[in-house]
Structure formats: structure tokens, C-alpha cells
T-cell receptor, first 114, second 112 residues
Framework: DAGVIQSPRHEVTEMGQEVTLRCKPI?????LFWYRQTMMRGLELLIY????????DSGMPEDRFSAKMPNASFSTLKIQPSEPRDSAVYFC????????????FGDGTRLSIL | GENVEQHPSTLSVQEGDSAVIKCTYS??????FPWYKQELGKRPQLIID?????GEKKDQRIAVTLNKTAKHFSLHITETQPEDSAVYFC???????????FGTGTQLKVEL
């Protein structure tokens, strides 16, 4: 199993630019989660999907952030326009089923906004 | 919503000693408690989890205990090794949902 695949691994861009992060969940998993990790705020859940439908987006910081899941094998997290305070590591995770199943994390995208 | 507190924030032990990390949660409806290990620059990896119908679970040198009445759970690592050095996160999930709330992490350092 290839695990959760995220791209890019690193992104450096200037303030005001659009940033798109990508995620491919583990095949067969029906839940997909986007997290942000910073020293100050720790590991925060931004949004999660079930069967490609957004279930809880209460963690999305503001309207500059949006997430989509057009099919079962692909999701994007977009920031437009980006700001320096968006600099963080963004993780995607996936899991299977509605019971108490573990979430499996991707390797993350380290985002730096200059 | 759920609130998870984790202590200590840093822990230094000698190789071969035991390490204990403690977490408390606020939502009595939480019923799933995973622990993740994150090495520097790497992704969080699940190392053990426990469900609310179990009081203790063990996997080789790692064990987790759960006290539902007191709403706390702990990670125990015995015979620590240098490769155990990492940040450990506890988490809690409310029954009926899939949202994990994470603790703030414990930086464990195992010294030779």
C-alpha cells in the first residue's frame, strides 16, 4: 500500500500568491482529513470529508482557505491569497469506516509564505 | 467541544528507564484514544490506540491505560531506547463522529 500521498513536499511562495496542496488518500478509505501543524497551535483539524462530501469545516481559519474532494482519490486545499501566517506543515490523513479506526497521515507539505 | 490536555510537554529519561505521558479529556462521550509518534520532520504515526470498552492495552514495550471515570489516559514506554526519542501526541474522538482532538504533544528525549 502506497499510503497517503501529498504534493508538493515543500512550497515556498510570496505573500498574495495562490497555493494549492494536493492529497491522494489510501485506496478504499472513505474519510479524508486536512490538518495544519504549527509550533504555536499544534495539530489542528481544518476540514474533513466523508465519501467526498465535506462534513466539518469548522476548523478552516477564514475564507481564504478552501478544500475540495472531486473524487474518492483526490483532494485539494487551496489558500488564496496566501499570507505569512499561513506558513505551517499541512498534513492530509485518511481512514476507513465510521467506527473507531485509525487515521493514517501523509508526509505533509511544508509551506513557507514570504 | 472536546479539549485534550497533555503532560509533560518535555520528558527526558535515561536509556532503559520507563517513560509515562498523561492526557486528560473533557468530553465524556469520547470513546477512542489513539497515540501518535512524530519524529523530527516526519509524519505522525499511530503507535497504539485504545477504545473505551478496554482499560489497558499493551504492545511489546508500549502500553496505554484508560480511566473513563477520571477521563484520563496514559502512555507507558518501558525499557526506553534512543529511537524512542520523538514527539508523542495523544488524541480523543467523540463517539458518533470522526473528529480527532489532539493534545499539545510531549517531546521525549532518551539519553544514553
Amino acid at each position: 500500500d502506497a499510503g497517503v500521498i501529498q504534493s508538493p513536499r515543500h512550497e515556498v511562495t510570496e505573500m498574495g500568491q495562490e497555493v494549492t496542496l494536493r492529497c491522494k488518500p489510501i485506496s478504499g478509505h472513505d474519510y479524508l482529513f486536512w490538518y495544519r501543524q504549527t509550533m504555536m497551535r499544534g495539530l489542528e483539524l481544518l476540514i474533513y470529508f466523508n465519501n467526498n462530501v465535506p462534513i466539518d469545516d469548522s476548523g478552516m481559519p477564514e475564507d481564504r482557505f478552501s478544500a475540495k474532494m472531486p473524487n474518492a482519490s483526490f483532494s485539494t486545499l487551496k489558500i488564496q491569497p496566501s499570507e505569512p501566517r499561513d506558513s505551517a506543515v499541512y498534513f492530509c490523513a485518511s481512514s476507513y469506516g465510521s467506527g473507531n479506526q485509525p487515521q493514517h497521515f501523509g508526509d505533509g507539505t511544508r509551506l513557507s509564505i514570504l | 467541544g472536546e479539549n485534550v490536555e497533555q503532560h509533560p510537554s518535555t520528558l527526558s529519561v535515561q536509556e532503559g528507564d520507563s517513560a509515562v505521558i498523561k492526557c486528560t479529556y473533557s468530553d465524556s462521550a469520547s470513546n477512542y484514544f489513539p497515540w501518535y509518534k512524530q519524529e523530527l520532520g516526519k509524519r505522525p504515526q499511530l503507535i497504539i490506540d485504545i477504545r473505551s470498552n478496554v482499560g489497558e492495552k499493551k504492545d511489546q514495550r508500549i502500553a496505554v491505560t484508560l480511566n473513563k471515570t477520571a477521563k484520563h489516559f496514559s502512555l507507558h514506554i518501558t525499557e526506553t531506547q534512543p529511537e524512542d526519542s520523538a514527539v508523542y501526541f495523544c488524541a480523543a474522538k467523540r463517539g458518533g463522529g470522526n473528529k480527532l482532538t489532539f493534545g499539545t504533544g510531549t517531546q521525549l528525549k532518551v539519553e544514553l
